[in-house]
């Protein structure tokens, strides 16, 4: 099985699709790698698919809301018919609190967790056994650098982004003789005279990729 998927090309999933997310898209299928994407509403998803030039070997959109598991599974299956092989998911949904960040309800830390920690777990459970086949595989998961301190953060989004970090934590350990790597990319500011600025889309995205290629357990862009 192996011998006859090292002869397709190297896949990878994207959930979140943001302009960051469209350059890195660009880059892979420059190098012949063909990218699915998960599109959370059809509208975005026709009005990308209207613009690209991309040819439909090498990627496919996908409507998908990561937090509803159905929706994950039904577009996980046209993957598999689209492509044998997936070697990297990009998780790049999440939630980040900002200054009118609610305090807490029970319905905003069920909207929180959906986002940052169960849309997650819906992705990767159906991506690792697609990563076994091929004998190794990668999960990058994106996120603000405020989850590094969650000390002082709001109640729903602390517990999401800790819930995520040790749940990552476990499954590496699980994973540890699978070749499976996992990721945790955290954006945060670039330190300037004038004070920290947010990184531009060309800075994210190299980081993206340098993680890409050197796998690291965590790599932080930019201060917290
Ligand atoms: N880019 C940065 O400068 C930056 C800085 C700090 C932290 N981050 C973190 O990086 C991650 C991505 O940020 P971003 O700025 O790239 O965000 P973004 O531009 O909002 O992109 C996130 C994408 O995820 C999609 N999405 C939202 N809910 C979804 C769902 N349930 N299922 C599938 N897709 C869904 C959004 O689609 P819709 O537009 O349709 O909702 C959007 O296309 C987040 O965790 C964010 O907190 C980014």
């Not at 040819?55 to 996980?76: C, F, H, I, N, Q």
């Not at 070697?87 to 609610?102: A, R």
């Amino acid at each position: 099985m192996r011998t006859s998927l090292e002869n397709e090309p190297r896949t990878t999933l994207i959930a979140g699709v943001s302009p960051a997310m469209l350059a890195v898209t660009d880059t892979l299928v420059e190098q012949d790698e063909r990218v699915a994407l998960f599109f959370r509403t059809k509208e975005k998803l026709q009005e990308l698919t209207a613009h690209s030039t991309w040819k439909k070997e090498a990627v496919l959109p996908l409507l998908a809301s990561v937090t509803d598991g159905k929706a994950v599974v039904r577009a996980y299956e046209k993957l598999i018919e689209w492509s044998p092989r997936l070697d990297c998911l990009i998780y790049n949904v999440g939630f980040e609190p900002n200054d009118e960040t609610q305090t807490f309800s029970g319905a905003e830390l069920v909207r929180v967790m959906g986002l940052n920690f169960y849309g997650f777990v819906n992705c990767f459970s159906l991506a690792l056994p697609m990563f076994k086949r091929v004998g190794r595989g990668h999960a990058v998961i994106i996120c603000g650098a405020a989850a590094l301190v969650l000390e002082g953060q709001h109640a729903a989004y602390a517990a999401s982004r800790a819930a995520l970090q040790i749940y990552l934590r476990a499954l590496r350990r699980e994973l540890a003789n699978q070749t499976v790597s996992i990721t945790e990319l955290y954006i945060g500011r670039k330190p300037t005279v004038r004070g920290p600025r947010r990184l531009s889309q060309r800075e994210i995205v190299e980081g993206i990729l340098q993680a890409l290629r050197s796998r690291p357990e965590k790599h932080v862009m930019g201060i917290s």
